[in-house]
């Protein structure tokens, strides 16, 4: 037979799928899901917030099944995630009683409760390292146990200590609207559609687990031009958020029943986005909105880029398409973006013979037109 | 079978919702119905929301058939067989007739369908006037209010320009005189086979989280005008090389001997029948 490509397919599949294997396992190194664990933590961070499932365990396996593809790890975990029952909600967490591993602000130089840096690479050079080629566990071992000696002679505060947030303070001085707590139970994104236009719940939801590559690309060409929004931020924070559930099933609301169940490293970003307002006299006025930017673990770029989209999207009246929700929201997903555009690499030729078949008939009647 | 997952993947939960959603769309001819898409381990534009569909309705009696632009052992629907038997074990076939559920990509089989089937069509794009208004708050609207002229300036264009309409395959189709009704991208050549089906027809779009349905005995008109009637592929003087059939949708392919294009059924378990058909009468003949 001439045409063979369609044929075999069990066969061809199967053989493909040892090939892959091969390729995984044929220089003999095995990663241990530890290693990765311990070492790619943004990595994990970023499978996990993209994917949003947050099981740094689970991540670390789907980044080794993938053999460290992003888009695939994303997808294996955006996967199972579909066969777990979802069985509780948690009680809206206030990121007040975050435990703040770094907290910067870049819209004051003294903010209540300071500047915490933290570690982070930016002050970094990003020169290659060439002695980690050559990396050894006793210099490592010397290094923490030195590194650990200094720490002794911190002096440590007595109780935990948590930060108010920046914003507080300018809206104390009447910069900032205050808003009553809308405590609306957020739309699951994941149990129905989107329905335009979104509620801002569902928004935050999209942008929160949109691929990091995407979120940063709009938020960036929404900053550069494509877009009316340009932010201060107004705080970074990045620490691990305890999280609660209600009790099942006890009748009376009691927040001293609520279960602990573990808390989730979190990036939180407010962005102070300056907008004209009308006051009572009708003038224009200047006030200070906010962009609200949160993901799984560490990922502060992405956090930043989503507090510019969670603007841009407040303000659908703007002509640029950073700001039109089906725009921004219907395209940065991760599964849906790469799924789709993989999708051509499956055989199209019944659509093509069609449109082959169009072409031909709209030619031959041009010709017979012109005759 | 893998005992390590849920009975058709899924959890039960979700197949209801599912089987909520198809039964709205059975009872709205052509109307989309929004639904919560899970993800599927297979990716998005891959056939998850045909999947969804099939994995809802499929229960151990059943026989699967799965399609891919004609063929059944074409990589991608051997990959959607082998999850689908792999979470449930039920059997599968490549025989039209012998099955009760058959998934497909962009092909209607040839052999007529009867009540007691059901195709489920994959939709990558399910929205019949994204192609004159890409806002979904928009064309949700327009179907609500009937308002189809972009569907038909659409066509019109193409009139005006190429002299003909010169839609390929996922041409619109009006279904049960209301709804403005993207086929799928099925081959033109397939549209008149969805006018009362007897079969039940879903079709199910993942990515973009759309199921929606052709029931049985549904009146589905492709649109056209009266003057520049509808057209199929056209195959005229065509026969498939190897079954000798005409009046089929066929590929097109080249001849590596002579280097001239010649043509097969697209349809290969069509094609196939036909050719041990024939077998069978020779060797009946040659016994006789």
Redesign the interface.
Known sequence: ???VA?????M??DASLKRLKYERLKEEEVLEIKTILASMRTMVDQVMSESSLYSPFLAALAIKQAEGSMEEAV?LM??H???L?RLYYSRAAESESMLVERRISASFKDIPGGQLLGATTDYTHRLLDFQLVEESTMENEQWLTTYKEILKEVEPIGDVQYFPKVVEYLRNEGLFEIYTHDDTPPVDI????????VSRSARLQVLTRGQTGAVTSLGYASLRGYGQVHPTVGEVRVGALPIYVEHPNEGTYDVEDDFYIGDIRLTEVESFVPVNVKNEQNKDELEFEIGYGACYGRNETKAIAMSILDQCLEHPEADFPTH?E?FVL?HIDS??S??????LK??????F???????R??KK??K??EA | MRLD??FA???E??KKEIRRTILKAVAIPGYQV????????I????G?GGLQITLSLIGRPDVLKVI????D???????IK?LVKDTTGVKLTESTKDSTLIQS???VPEMPLTKDQILILQV?MPEALRSVE????VT?RLHADEEYSGAWLMLFEQIMK???T?????HPVVVNNRYITAPS?????DNPKLHQSEALILLGAG?E??IYAIPPYTNVESLAFEDYPF?V??FEGKYCH?CGSTGV????????VTNEP?Y?C?D?SYCLERLNKKENVEVEKSYV
Do not use: C
């Open positions: 037979m001439g045409y369609v044929k075999g397919g069990t061809a599949i997808f955006r996967a995630r579909s066969t029952p994941t149990k129905e559609s989107l329905q335009f236009p039109d089906e219907l599964v849906e790469t799924g789709f555009i993989s999708h499956l055989p199209h030729y019944v659509t013979q069609s449109k082959l078949d169009s072409v008939n709209v009647g041009g017979k037109n | 997952t849920q993947f899924l959890d939960g979700s929004p639904f919560a898409s899970r993800e599927m381990p990716a998005r534009g891959w998850t891919d632009q004609g063929a052992e074409s990589v991608n629907a051997v990959s082998k990509r962009h092909r990558p890409a806002r979904e708050y949700k190429y002299g003909s010169a839609t390929d395959a996922d991208p099925i081959p033109r050549f990515r989280k759309k057209q592929e056209d190897l949708f066929m590929d097109e392919i080249i001849d590596p010649i097969q697209n290969t």
